[in-house]
């Protein structure tokens, strides 16, 4: 029967809490992997992935604006004084705009702006799981894909107390099984 020990990740990817999401994604993208413990030090204190990253961003407010009024919302002819082609077009639909309450404008042409980059203005804590979902070494890989299911997770941490020893994705699990490794009863 083979154990979780044989089919883990040794060599693992961490983020450190302080990152911010952006740094977070690219480590995640570069390593070619889809989620990771999260560090405090030498200390796992949550797990992270892409997807908890893109739901905070889509979960994150963009330009808040004012809704006009029901059946106020009309359709701009191209005759409309407002537009004027000879100008910059793009201040026509700045203009259509003007019930918002940020300034687009600035929300487009600052870089540098909180709206801009919501990924470089919050770190990888504020997003991860807290919860460290972890068995030890010896678990069989049968053991592994069933917490994997019970938990609804896509990596279990392999940890002997407080050490991290690696990490067990789905992918690892699939691999095992297609490669014969789960063995008979385990």
Known sequence: ????????????????????????IEALSSARV????????NVVVGVAS?????????????????????GDFGVAAMDDPAFD???????YFVDRW???????????????????DQLEEHSIAEVMSRGLVALGPDASVREAARMMVDKG????????????LGVV?????????????DGPGS
Do not use: C, Y
């Open 50 to 70: 892409r997807t908890d990253i893109i739901e905070f961003e889509a979960d994150s407010p963009g330009a808040r604006r004012r809704r006009a009024p029901e």
């Open 169 to 181: 994705s789905t992918m690892d699990v699939v691999r095992a099984v297609a490669d014969g490794m």
């Open 98 to 116: 003007e019930d918002s309450v940020d300034d687009v404008w600035s929300r487009i042409s600052e870089t540098d702006s909180r709206n801009w």
């Open 1 to 24: 029967m083979k154990t979780v020990r044989d089919i883990m990740t040794t060599d693992v990817v961490t983020l450190d809490e302080r990152m911010t999401l952006r740094e977070a």
């Open 153 to 164: 997770v896509h990596r279990l941490l392999v940890m002997r107390d407080r050490d991290l």
């Open 85 to 91: 082609e000879e100008n910059d077009p793009a201040i």
């Open 34 to 41: 889809s989620g990771a413990p999260v560090t405090a030090g």
